[in-house]
Each structure stands twice: as C-alpha cells, then as structure tokens.
C-alpha cells in the first residue's frame, strides 16, 4: 500500500482540520478508498498511486485557498473537491474592495473615502505619506497593503519601523533585554499583523526575517530591496533620521510614512522630520501625500469628538 504524507507548516491544523476533525472526516467521505489519517500537524494517506495524486492535487489546492483566505469550511471544501479549476470555487477578485482576507477570513478593507484614496496613491506612487489623527486607519491600512504585496509576491518581505521616541515615558526602566523594551511599543504593529496573518504563520515569517519589525536605528546602513517598508509615528523622527530613512529605499522598494503631526513628542525646538519631509517632497514626481481627518476616525465614536475638542483649544491657542 502506498504512503503519503502532508505537513502542515505555517498554518493552525486545528484551524484546517476543523472542529473534531470534521473537515478530516468530509475528505473520507470525497475519497472512501484511501485511508486518512490526521494527527499533529500532518495528514497521512494509504492507497492507491492513482488515488493518492487525486488526493494530492486536490489537497494542495485546500490548503491553498487557506493560505490565502485564512478559512476553508463544508462548502469550499466540497466545491475545491468537485471543481476544474480555480474559478469555479475562489471568490472573484471583484469582490468589493478587500485588501487582505485576515484571520478566520476577516475582510479587512478600506473603510472610508480617504483610505481608498490611500490604496489608490500607493498604487500610483513608490512612497507615500498618510498623515492624521489617532484612529484614521493609517497603520491599519498600511500594514494590509504590505501583507497584500507580501502574499501576491510583489514584495518578499515587509519591514515595520518606528522611532524609539518615549512619550511621555520613561523606557529604560522596564526589564528585559532592547527586544522586551521595544515590543511593547512596536505593539500597534504586531496587533494589525495578528488580524491578518494566522499566528503560526505569523511567528514563522518573523523567524525567517520575511516580516521584520524593528526600531529607526536598525533602518542605518541598510538598502531596502523587495520590500513594503512601513515608518509609523513618523512625526517623531529628527530631520536626520528622517533624511536616513528615505534613503534606505533600494529596488523594488514600496515606502509608507505615516504620523500625526498633532502628537509629536520630539524634544522642544527640534524640528519633526515628518513636517519637513511634507515641505521638502511636496514636488517631487512618485511621492504621493494623503491627509487623513475626523472623518476617518473609525475607533469609538467618542474619538471623534475628542479630536474635535483638541483641535478647538489649539484653534484658540
């Protein structure tokens, strides 16, 4: 009796093989001459040559559609198992304008005017600027960008970066080597990946150095080829590390900076190289800048209505 084996790397098997196995036992019933077996992180399957390429083709084409859609239940499995080809059960790319299937199949996509235009500009532009208040999906929409490009091979890795800048707050203090100091505030970053990415694909692409999130000071010296670069908090760069950054950009490079200039926690009179980036570039063909308001806001209504009140005392000031 032939013998294949499939490992499951990268993904939940608990998330494919359903609950209680229930996606395992629907395979039975499509291939009641093989014998499978699912345990761990693999799937074994005893029979026939013939039988067993059916199995293959059929299960590679599953774990595929999970790959990219994070989700396989009855009905996919049944329409995967029944099909041609890949139009027959895949949903059409038309499908209203979804940026990333995330995890359990959550549709992540541009929610409002602005951040289609977003989408927009970083399809038009190598460099962008998304610039605006807290909660206006600058990062959100930004990092599914980057793990769009990541999963259609436009890029082979994505770089997330910030300026170690403490608002307000005192780093140094906390345990830990630099790594457990700076997680917790790369934490945005790592809460937008983990809606998009499943876990066990998520560690294994930060392993491997597809996905890399780190502090300004590691950008130094580098040339960023292949890869959707992400400087978040922008507003808190220097002038020098901004000039540093912008320079990094190697081939086939796609760059996103987005920041608040309202939130700057810069030193007194040191200028945000955000706002002199704004001046600097804003003629320069392939950099594309999108303002982002109130009107985007799409955390809890009342951020909206502090933003408002903020902005009316600054307003007077």
């Given at each position: 009796?032939?013998e294949?084996?499939?490992?499951?790397?990268?993904?939940?098997p608990?998330?494919?093989?359903?609950?209680q196995?229930?996606?395992?036992?629907?395979?039975?019933?499509?291939?009641p001459?093989?014998?499978?077996?699912a345990?761990?992180?693999?799937?074994?399957?005893?029979g026939?040559?013939?039988?067993?390429?059916e199995?293959d083709?059929?299960?590679?084409?599953?774990?595929?559609?999970?790959?990219?859609?994070?989700?396989?239940?009855?009905?996919?499995?049944?329409?995967?198992?029944?099909?041609?080809s890949?139009e027959?059960?895949e949903?059409?790319?038309?499908?209203?304008?979804?940026l990333?299937?995330?995890?359990?199949?959550?549709?992540?996509?541009?929610?409002?005017?602005?951040q289609?235009?977003l989408v927009?500009l970083?399809g038009k532009?190598?460099?962008?600027?998304?610039?605006?208040?807290?909660?206006?999906?600058?990062?959100?929409?930004g990092?599914?960008?980057?793990?769009?490009?990541?999963?259609?091979?436009?890029?082979k890795r994505?770089?997330?970066?910030?300026?170690?800048v403490?608002?307000?707050e005192?780093?140094?203090?906390l345990?830990?080597d630099l790594?457990e100091?700076?997680?917790?505030?790369?934490?945005?970053?790592?809460?937008?990946l983990?809606?998009m990415?499943?876990?066990?694909?998520?560690?294994?692409?930060?392993e491997k150095?597809?996905?890399q999130?780190?502090?300004?000071?590691?950008m130094r010296?580098?040339?960023?080829?292949?890869?959707?670069?992400?400087?978040d908090?922008?507003q808190?760069?220097?002038?020098?590390?901004?000039?540093?950054f912008?320079?990094?950009?190697?081939?086939?490079?796609?760059?996103?900076i987005?920041?608040?200039?309202?939130q700057?926690?810069?030193?007194?009179r040191?200028?945000?190289?955000?706002?002199?980036?704004?001046?600097?570039?804003?003629?320069?063909?392939?950099?594309?800048v999108?303002?982002?308001?109130?009107k985007?806001?799409i955390?809890?209504?009342?951020v909206?209505?502090v933003?408002?009140?903020y902005?009316?005392?600054?307003?007077?000031?």
């Amino acid at each position: 009796m032939n013998e294949l084996i499939i490992e499951l790397t990268e993904i939940s098997p608990r998330e494919f093989f359903g609950l209680q196995n229930a996606n395992i036992d629907l395979l039975k019933k499509f291939f009641p001459k093989l014998k499978l077996v699912a345990r761990g992180s693999k799937i074994k399957a005893y029979g026939d040559e013939e039988v067993l390429e059916e199995f293959d083709k059929r299960i590679t084409m599953l774990l595929e559609h999970f790959g990219k859609y994070n989700k396989i239940d009855e009905n996919i499995i049944e329409r995967v198992l029944q099909s041609d080809s890949k139009e027959d059960y895949e949903t059409p790319a038309s499908a209203g304008d979804v940026l990333v299937h995330g995890v359990s199949g959550k549709l992540i996509k541009a929610q409002t005017a602005n951040q289609r235009k977003l989408v927009e500009l970083m399809g038009k532009n190598d460099m962008v600027f998304a610039v605006g208040p807290a909660g206006t999906g600058k990062t959100y929409t930004g990092v599914a960008l980057a793990v769009k490009a990541l999963k259609e091979k436009q890029v082979k890795r994505i770089i997330l970066t910030r300026p170690a800048v403490e608002a307000g707050e005192n780093l140094g203090f906390l345990p830990g080597d630099l790594k457990e100091k700076l997680d917790p505030y790369m934490q945005p970053l790592y809460d937008a990946l983990r809606d998009m990415i499943p876990h066990e694909k998520l560690e294994s692409h930060i392993e491997k150095g597809i996905i890399q999130i780190a502090p300004m000071a590691f950008m130094r010296g580098r040339t960023l080829d292949n890869a959707f670069v992400i400087l978040d908090e922008a507003q808190n760069t220097t002038h020098a590390q901004m000039k540093m950054f912008l320079t990094r950009m190697g081939k086939n490079a796609k760059f996103m900076i987005t920041g608040d200039p309202g939130q700057i926690d810069l030193p007194r009179r040191v200028i945000s190289g955000l706002k002199e980036a704004l001046l600097v570039l804003k003629d320069v063909k392939g950099v594309g800048v999108i303002y982002l308001d109130d009107k985007d806001v799409i955390r809890h209504r009342l951020v909206k209505k502090v933003i408002a009140a903020y902005k009316a005392i600054e307003n007077v000031d």
